[in-house]
């Protein structure tokens, strides 16, 4: 038999390979993933993302999962005959809705969530910001046309405590978190958007990148009018382009520039709409979406041998 004779198997050997280097890196490192209500509709992308995730888990990584709901609450609200508003990209929610948006999504989503991952073994375990203080916060007023103006029970971040996420972690566990905060205020809970949560979780945790999974290819540049998608940008751009986003990209784009800016080595925002957006985002040279990265100067460039993703993620 000729020893050098290739193997049809061949170009699987050689896609691990090609992963090498990356997952050599990122061993041990922490991945925070938003999963956004808009991308979570659909069955077969949900068992592609558990897989995903699981994947991660196995290949040496931390994920660290917090979901959305949006759909799933306005759809619950409308069956018990409340009206969705929104203000500033947030749901006002008064104490009524309060707790259906704690019902959906600490005992309807999160469940769904922790047991599609569970499928692949005894990993997945369930909080939400309110379980051992993870993340807590007081009222939070947004300020529209120069007033601060009262949009109910949501909340703004005023403390994370990742005391309980570090010990799951720790035990080889994959937490999927809620957007819940417990109120430094009252003895209540408030409504955080999940796209927030994750970012100050992504910073709290010190992880290596925020992926945030959306229904749309990433940033567009001239939204609605193109879909000619950013692919990279740097800390300062992205702050200067703020002001120009509307609805969903807001908490989502602001919540990128608060992981880069507080350690966070890349945001991505990503297709959830596409099957296995992770590991296509993370394996293969052409990467999708929008990535974020720290300003130039506040970070060291990656060995260009290192590094398999062809936007030069780090
Ligand atoms: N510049 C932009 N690029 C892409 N999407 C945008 C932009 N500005 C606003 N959007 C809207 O933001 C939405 C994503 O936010 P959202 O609906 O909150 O998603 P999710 O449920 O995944 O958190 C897109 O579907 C799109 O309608
Ligand atoms: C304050 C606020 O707006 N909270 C969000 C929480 C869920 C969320 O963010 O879900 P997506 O990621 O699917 O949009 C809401 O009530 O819809």
């Keep these: 038999m000729n020893a050098t004779r290739k193997h049809t198997a ?3 050997a050689q896609i691990l390979i090609e992963a090498l280097p990356w997952l050599t890196r990122h061993h041990g490192k922490t991945v925070v993933i938003k999963f956004g209500g808009n991308a979570m509709v659909d069955e077969e992308l949900k068992n592609a993302f558990a897989q995903d995730v699981v994947f991660l888990r196995h290949a040496g990584l931390k994920p660290v999962v917090v979901h959305g709901g949006g759909p799933q ?8 005959g409340i009206v969705s508003e929104f203000k500033a990209g947030l749901r006002v929610t008064t104490e009524d ?30 909080l939400t910001g309110e379980d ?19 949009i109910g029970r949501v909340g703004e971040i005023t403390e994370i405590d990742t005391g309980a996420i570090e010990a799951l972690l720790a035990d080889g566990r994959i937490p999927v ?19 927030t949560a994750a970012a100050a979780l992504a910073a709290a945790l010190d992880a290596e990148t925020l992926m945030v999974l ?9 939204w609605p009018n193109s879909d000619e998608v950013i692919s990279r940008l740097t800390a300062s751009q992205l702050e200067k382009l703020l002001p120009e986003l509307s609805s969903g990209m807001v908490p989502k784009m ?3 520039l608060h992981a880069v800016r507080n350690g966070v080595t890349t945001a991505r925002v990503i297709d959830g709409r596409v099957q296995h957006s992770i590991l296509l985002e993370i394996f293969t040279d052409e990467g999708i979406g929008t990535m974020v990265v720290p300003d130039e ?3 060291a460039v990656p060995a260009q041998d290192e590094t398999p993703h062809a936007q030069g993620e780090s």
């Design 10 to 12: 061949l170009p699987k």
């Design 73 to 80: 609450i306005s759809a619950a609200l409308d069956r018990h």
């Design 97 to 126: 809705a309060m707790d259906v948006v704690r019902m959906v999504l600490a005992g309807q989503v999160q469940r769904e969530l922790v047991g599609l991952l569970n499928r692949h073994g005894p990993f997945a375990v369930g």
């Design 132 to 150: 051992a203080h993870t993340i807590t916060a007081t009222r939070h007023r947004p300020e529209i046309d120069g007033e601060f103006v009262d």
């Design 177 to 195: 978190v809620s957007s819940i905060a417990r109120s430094q205020d009252d003895h209540h809970v408030y409504n955080v958007n999940a796209d």
């Design 214 to 222: 959306t229904d749309v290819e990433g940033l567009y540049e001239d």
């Design 254 to 256: 602001e919540g990128c």
């Design 297 to 299: 100067d506040t970070v």
